[in-house]
C-alpha cells in the first residue's frame, strides 16, 4: 500500500493553483495526510521601478508575510478542510528550486499543483514552474489542470 502522510502544495494563490487543492484535500482525507501549502516569493519577477522608488525585496517580504495568513485563509476558503491538519509555509527564492528542496527537507510524500497551462513563447520565455517540478521533483507530482484551460494548436 502507499503511504502518503504529507501532501504539498505550491500555491501562487492564483486560480490555477487554486484548482489543484479539492484533489490535494481528498487524498489529505483519504490518506490520514497532512497538508502544506507553499508559497514562493520570487523577487526576480520584481519590477525595476519597485527599486529605483526605494522599495526592497526585504520589506515586500515582510509586507507579503504580514498578509499571508489572511491569503491562506482566502485560498482554503470554499474547500472541504474538515479534520485536515493543514501548514503554511512561506519561502523566498526561484520557486521551483525551493518547491523541490522544500519537498526533499520535509518528507513529502506527493505534491499536487496547478499548471498555468502556458505555451508558446511565453511559456518558452517563462518556462514552467510545474514542468521542472515534475522532471526534478524526489516523489510523485500530480498536476491539476484549471478546468477552463483550453489546449490550442499553434
Do not use: W
Not at 38 to 62: N, R
Amino acid at each position: 500500500m502507499v503511504g502518503i502522510k504529507k501532501i504539498l502544495i505550491p500555491t501562487d494563490f492564483s486560480e490555477y493553483s487554486k484548482s489543484a487543492l479539492p484533489y490535494a484535500a481528498d487524498f489529505a482525507k483519504k490518506y490520514g495526510a497532512k497538508l502544506v501549502l507553499l508559497h514562493i516569493f520570487d523577487e526576480e519577477l520584481f519590477s525595476p521601478i519597485f527599486f529605483e522608488v526605494g522599495g526592497s525585496a526585504k520589506e515586500y517580504y515582510d509586507r507579503l508575510q504580514d498578509r499571508f495568513e489572511a491569503a491562506t485563509d482566502d485560498f482554503l476558503s470554499g474547500i472541504d478542510t474538515k479534520g485536515i491538519e493543514i501548514e503554511a509555509e512561506l519561502g523566498n527564492g526561484t520557486p521551483f528550486v525551493e518547491i523541490i528542496k522544500f519537498a526533499r527537507e520535509n518528507g513529502i510524500d506527493l505534491i499536487v499543483m496547478g499548471t498555468h497551462g502556458r505555451s508558446g513563447i511565453t511559456h518558452a520565455l517563462l518556462g514552467s514552474v510545474t514542468e521542472k517540478v515534475v522532471r526534478k521533483a524526489p516523489c510523485p507530482v500530480m498536476v491539476v489542470r484549471h478546468p477552463e484551460f483550453k489546449f490550442e494548436m499553434l
